[in-house]
């Protein structure tokens, strides 16, 4: 009863501080975790506080952020992370993405002939093998220091404790309300009984999916890849006509990945290799970008805005063209950021064709954390689209993924993001498909600098891309480089989307170079620490409501 009245009042004082703050930005000496919900970065800070480090803080924070932001992220999901380890100086990728089933087939989402995009994106066919609990018990037993339950504590408190609706958490469910009320787990926790959405400040109790938690116990892949859960959820899928099966979840491994790297004006830039597209799409920006004297153009200036909708264009096209999973395909890393290449694009000239509706994603979730011995975590999170595919395995409170429309169904067809994709990226049995997830970590002299990354479908890399240039060139502390306003442009629909907030004289600008522009209120949601000799120095997007912790 003690820690319950203790817990509440540790959530309420979170939440009051975030609320509080006159600023977003927050320094810290000894750790620091940045989170995309304060009540997440809170958790990861209460296991460093109790001597965890980042790895312990980590997979605390991504748990908790699982239940208070169940819409973008969770243990029916999967992700990637970087760990940069102090001792030894080494990077490390760990690869915890869904896979596709084994039974899927070529003809699994056609229907009389024609591709059903709508199968990829709800419901049972739309569900990958999840690997986040894969992925986070990979990282701990390898980098961490406590044991799985004591790492998932903090969330087990929050989903059966309850904690206020965030207002980001509200719109989710208010915007998905018919589709939670089509399953009773969903309907359960997030609708009222007369089938209304739950709304900012009501109490949201996960219990079913605390009581999976704490059921994990210290092995929590024994039970969900080959125990208990494992059972319910191939249960589950054949009651429905889903195709996940007990052999898929016992063959499921993370797979640790050497990082992308290459040098962005003396800083070394590491970032996620595929089956991410979006460590390669940044580094390769970078590199377009990098002897344009892009600080001289002025930071939002149009010359720079049509520079950045140019470079986006290119990593776009070369996305679709080139990258799946490299355990299916070879995806030519070292041909897209050779210098002949990367020279022959710079001057490229791109058509601009009318514009068909973009896309529009809150899911995803992204944190960093930093602790006392200089050891950081830059790690991405999903389920895919808000709620995945609307579906929970029956009292367990998991809220399955819907990451099979990240593959590309065929040529012609676009996923909800608007992403087209080729033949490196169809759909095959055990394979990952791509995902735009891009986790992170800056070195200046081998010594981290700044870790970054987001959420939000294609505009996690443009925005990555944006924030990481505001620090390194334009010297915007976090909190600044965050908040200054954004575009984006995935060259297919070929619309350059601008945030509200940006300027009106850039927009016309813009428009008057002959691009088709389109405002939207927001785009993607970032997460930065940046490490100085001073301390921590962390903000989390106010787009999604998130907080930085620190002390
Ligand atoms: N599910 C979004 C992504 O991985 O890019």
Known sequence: MMRRWKSGISIALTLWLAAMRPALAVMGKQGMVAAEHPLAADAGVRILRSGGNAIDAAVAAALAVGVANPSSCGIGGGGFMLIYIAKTGRIYALDYREKAPRAVTATTYIRNGKPQENLLRNGPLAVGV?????????????????????????????????FPCGDHLAREIARTAAALARDDGLKAVFLHP?????????????????????????????????????????????????????????????????????QYRGYSVYSMPPPS????????????????KTAALGLNSPPYLARLVETMRQIFIDRATF????????????????????????????EVHPAPQAPRDHGTSHLCVVDHAGNVVSLTTTINTPFGARMTVPHTGIILNDEMDDFALAPDVANVYGLRGASPNSIAPGKR???????????????????????????????????????????????????????????????????????????????????????????????????????????????????????
């Open 277 to 292: 597209s979006g460590g390669g799409m940044l580094l390769e920006a970078l590199e377009i970008l990098e002897p344009g």
């Open 433 to 551: 498909p791509l995902s735009s997830m891009t986790p992170t970590i800056v070195l200046k002299d081998g010594v981290p600098v700044l870790t970054l990354g987001g959420s939000g479908g294609p505009t996690i890399v443009t925005a990555t891309l944006q924030v990481l240039l505001n620090v390194l060139d334009f010297h915007l502390d976090p909190e600044r480089a965050i908040r200054s306003p954004r575009i984006h442009d995935q060259y297919y629909p070929p619309v350059v989307l601008i945030e509200q907030a940006m300027p009106q004289t850039d927009r016309d600008a813009l428009a008057a170079m002959g691009f088709r522009i389109r405002t939207l209120p927001m785009l993607g949601d970032e997460e930065a620490i940046q490490i100085t000799g001073d301390g921590y120095d962390g903000a989390a997007d106010p787009r999604k409501g998130g907080a930085a912790v620190g002390y």
């Open 130 to 162: 999840p690997g986040e609990l894969a992925g986070l018990n990979a990282a701990l037993k390898r980098f961490g220091t406590m044991s799985f339950s004591r790492a998932a504590q903090p969330a087990i408190e929050l989903a059966r404790n309850g």
């Open 194 to 262: 007369d089938g209304t959405p739950r709304k900012t400040g009501e109490t949201i109790t996960e219990s079913e999916l605390g009581a999976t938690l704490q059921s994990l116990g210290d092995e929590p892949v024994q039970s969900f890849y080959r125990g208990a859960i494992a059972a319910k959820i191939t249960e589950f899928m054949k009651s429905r006509g889903g195709l996940i099966g007990s052999e898929d979840l016992a063959a499921y491994a993370p797979v640790w990945r050497t990082p992308l790297m290459r």
């Open 323 to 350: 990258y799946g999973d490299p355990d299916f395909v070879h995806v030519p890393i070292d041909f897209l950021l050779s210098p002949a290449r990367i020279d022959a694009i710079r001057h490229k000239a791109f």
